[in-house]
């Protein structure tokens, strides 16, 4: 798929590649190509590799879902990346590329993996497939003894996980040319990204934080709750899959980080449409905080996720007690209606987990996404159930309390 553009309109691309160990060390070219329906590589230019590692390619049109590889002179691949489309940030006239990296290399690769496994190209979001794809899932998979069916194991679970995505949107309405939206929306943001990458700033979640900003203006078709319940789906679904590219103790639970921008939003909006602004600050920090900490800081993303739980729901000077505490309700009450949501949602992970490794050897993704989809409706209706009469006392925020224990206990499942 090209963009719409004007004859001859040629684009061009900037990076750097970046090899563990120091200095490059040898002469790099850096190759841009995209896949053809039939999983075989058409290459559209080449260009040099300087001694700092930095290339610049022209190419005589603008084009989407563009491989990058940095071969040596025996046409050796020793770096790769995925770019999303050659189409700029706001502002430039380059499209700057990400750096190279592992895990630039990984998301290169399952793309790749996906096509020649017979996804069309046009059928893949590769802006989802970067945010899912991280730096602990890429160290596991080279440490693994079985690369090749690792990276089989990750297209599955991508092209799992995006149908599931989609099938979450589809309502009255939702046509194909809305699923293409959905597809190329985030295109810019990504771009903004890249750049932002590549300067090699000190703040990555600041990065991130900027990219979502795009990200919902070109997706607000959608409300927050809408994406949540989106990324909820697609996670699960995507890690449950995805266990099975893990080897030992590199298995990290490894949320996505469009998953963790859409709860958080979610959470937001809750609270606004709840009359309660005064508590947003303090859910914005705390969803602010667990990217940082996810993106810059060493914590154990379930000890992030656990923290975060805590501040909006868990803990007793929580988002929700807070909202709850000019109410009627009872302390006592409201504790162990938390308590047992929290149950609730951990059993609700071991399930979803045992559903989707059961099915994901003889059933379709689009049977996947369904079997998810089924299983958050039912957990979602006996939660409800259980919580709505003891919630009576809190009046016009018995609805919001309950929405804020669904989100938080839902989301990020291992």
Same mark, same amino acid.
């Given at each position: 798929?090209l963009f719409?553009?004007?004859?001859?309109?040629?684009?061009?691309i900037?990076?750097r590649?970046t090899l563990?160990?120091?200095?490059?060390g040898?002469?790099l070219?850096?190759?841009?190509?995209i896949?053809?329906?039939d999983?075989q590589?058409k290459?559209?230019?080449?260009?040099?590799v300087?001694e700092?590692g930095? !290339?610049?390619?022209?190419?005589?049109q603008p !084009?989407v879902r563009v *491989?990058?590889d940095?071969?040596?002179?025996?046409?050796?691949t020793?770096?790769?990346?995925?770019?999303?489309s050659?189409?700029?940030?706001?502002?430039?006239d380059v499209?700057?590329a990400p750096?190279m990296t592992?895990e630039?290399?990984l998301?290169a690769?399952v793309?790749?993996?996906?096509?020649?496994?017979?996804?069309?190209p046009?059928?893949?979001d590769?802006v989802?497939l970067?945010?899912r794809?991280t730096?602990?899932r890429?160290?596991?998979v080279q440490k693994s003894?079985?690369i090749?069916?690792a990276?089989?194991?990750?297209?599955?679970?991508?092209?799992?996980?995006?149908?599931a995505r989609?099938?979450?949107y589809?309502k009255p309405g939702f046509?194909y040319?809305?699923k293409?939206?959905?597809?190329?929306?985030p295109?810019q943001?990504? &771009?903004?990204?890249?750049?932002?990458?590549?300067?090699?700033?000190?703040s990555?979640a600041?990065? !991130?934080?900027?990219?979502?900003?795009?990200?919902?203006?070109?997706l607000?078709?959608?409300?927050a709750?809408?994406?949540?319940k989106?990324?909820?789906?697609?996670?699960?679904?995507f890690?449950?899959?995805?266990?099975?590219?893990? *080897?030992g103790d590199d298995?990290?639970?490894d949320?996505s980080?469009a998953? *963790?921008?859409a709860?958080?939003?979610?959470?937001?909006l809750?609270l606004?449409?709840?009359?309660?602004?005064?508590l947003?600050?303090?859910?914005?920090?705390?969803?602010?905080e667990?990217l940082?900490?996810?993106?810059?800081s060493?914590v154990n993303?379930?000890?992030?996720?656990?923290?975060y739980r805590?501040s909006?729901?868990?803990?007793?000077?929580?988002?929700l007690y807070?909202l709850l505490?000019?109410?009627? *309700?009872e302390?006592?009450?409201l504790?162990q209606?938390?308590q047992?949501?929290?149950?609730?949602?951990?059993?609700l992970?071991?399930?979803?987990?045992?559903l989707?490794?059961?099915?994901v050897?003889?059933?379709?993704?689009?049977?996947?996404?369904?079997?998810?989809?089924?299983a958050?409706?039912?957990?979602?209706?006996?939660?409800?159930r &259980?919580?709505s009469?003891?919630?009576?006392?809190?009046g016009?925020?018995?609805?919001?309390?309950?929405?804020?224990m669904?989100?938080?206990?839902?989301?990020a499942r291992?």
């Open positions: 798929m719409a553009c004007r004859a001859g309109e040629e684009v061009e900037r990076g590649v563990s160990g120091g200095p490059l040898q002469e070219r850096v190759r841009a190509s896949l053809e329906v999983g590589a290459v559209l230019a080449e260009t040099d300087d700092q930095t !290339y610049r390619l022209k190419l005589d !084009y *491989i990058l940095a071969v040596n002179n025996s046409g050796g020793r770096a790769s990346a995925l770019l999303d050659t189409e700029a940030a706001p502002g430039q499209r700057t750096p592992l630039t290399a998301e690769e793309y790749t993996q996906m096509v020649r496994d017979g996804v069309e046009g059928n893949v590769t989802d970067r945010l794809l730096a602990s890429a160290q596991a003894g079985d090749p069916g990276l089989r194991t990750l297209g599955v679970a991508v092209r799992a996980a995006q149908q989609l099938r979450a589809a046509e040319v809305h293409a939206e959905l597809l190329s929306a295109r943001a990504a &771009a903004t990204l890249d750049l932002a990458l590549d300067s090699g700033t000190s990555p600041k990065a !991130y934080a900027d990219f979502f900003v795009v990200w919902d203006a070109a607000s078709m959608h409300s709750l809408e994406h949540q989106a990324e909820r789906d697609a996670g699960m679904v890690r449950a899959i995805a266990k099975e590219a893990c *080897i298995c990290q639970f949320p980080l998953e *963790i921008h709860t958080g939003a979610a959470v937001h809750v606004q449409q709840a009359g309660a602004s005064g947003q600050p303090a859910a914005d920090a705390a969803a602010s667990l940082s900490n996810l993106l810059e060493p993303p379930t000890e992030a996720w656990t923290r805590a909006i729901v868990d803990a007793e000077d929580s988002v807070r505490e000019d109410t009627d *309700i302390r006592p009450t504790w209606l938390v047992a949501s929290k149950l609730n949602g951990a059993m992970g071991l399930v979803m987990l045992e989707i490794l059961k099915d050897s003889s059933s379709s993704p689009e049977a996947i996404a369904q079997s998810v989809d089924r958050f409706a039912n957990h979602t209706a006996e939660l409800t &259980a919580a009469p003891h919630l009576e006392a809190a016009d925020r018995a609805q919001p309390a309950l929405t804020l669904l989100i938080t206990q839902e989301a291992p």
